[in-house]
């Protein structure tokens, strides 16, 4: 999930607002690994783009393994 949203924003204003500036290179890596993900499952299956996405995470920092 994305948390609760900041005051009193309304959720999908804060969900659907764009990127900070400061977070967009951020972004961009997320998006790049996504389609990695995609296009492993598409070539290789499920199993192997739930590894590839494991892995884009841990690599990234972005959740836990």
Same mark, same amino acid.
Request: hydrophobic share 45%.
């Given at each position: 999930g994305v948390g =609760?949203?900041?005051g009193r924003q309304e %959720?999908? &204003?804060f969900v659907l607002a764009r990127f900070p500036? =400061?977070?967009?290179d951020d972004v961009r890596l997320m998006v790049s690994a996504a389609v990695d993900v995609l296009r492993c499952f598409g070539a290789?299956?499920?199993d192997a783009a739930?590894?590839?996405a494991? &892995?884009?995470t841990a690599r990234?920092?972005?959740?836990? %393994?």
């Amino acid at each position: 999930g994305v948390g =609760r949203p900041p005051g009193r924003q309304e %959720p999908a &204003d804060f969900v659907l607002a764009r990127f900070p500036k =400061r977070q967009i290179d951020d972004v961009r890596l997320m998006v790049s690994a996504a389609v990695d993900v995609l296009r492993c499952f598409g070539a290789e299956g499920g199993d192997a783009a739930n590894q590839a996405a494991g &892995d884009a995470t841990a690599r990234l920092g972005i959740a836990s %393994p």
